[in-house]
């Protein structure tokens, strides 16, 4: 079962984080399952930028980014080479080490 690595966030993981996921879960959904609350606005439908995470380690072994994916991505703040929407990537059997980006492009951010 792979690992996540979440590296410290001011607001949804404060020290960091491990976590273990299946392969074949995406990255969004093992976050939430383990109540690391990132944001998801458009309920992981890849029709946001929200989820908006920086792999560190282990991008590699993550599904190839569609189109779509990619065509968000260009609206991301903070876009780096190994951006990825959280609710795209997908795990295999590796461990990935992933960021947080400090802000978020959310114009209608509930519960908060």
């Known amino acids: 079962m792979p690992v996540i690595k979440i ?3 001011h607001e949804y ?10 392969a074949g ?5 093992a ?17 946001c930028t ?4 920086i792999v560190r380690q282990g991008y590699e072994t993550l599904n190839e980014a569609e189109e779509e994916e990619e065509d968000l991505l260009d609206r991301a703040w903070g876009l780096e080479p190994q951006s990825r929407l959280s609710c795209q990537a997908i795990l295999a059997q590796q461990d990935v080490t992933i960021e947080i980006p400090k802000y978020t492009i959310n114009h209608a951010r509930e519960n908060h």
């Not at 993981?13 to 299946?22: K, R």
């Not at 879960?25 to 959904?29: A, D, G, L, Y």
């Not at 998801?40 to 029709?47: E, K, N, P, V, W």
């Open 7 to 9: 590296l410290p966030h």
């Open 13 to 22: 993981c404060p020290e960091g984080a491990e976590i273990s996921a299946s």
């Open 25 to 29: 879960t995406s990255i969004c959904e």
């Open 31 to 47: 976050l939430l399952e383990h109540d690391i609350k990132i944001e998801h606005a458009c309920d992981m439908s890849c029709a």
């Open 50 to 53: 929200t989820c908006h995470v």
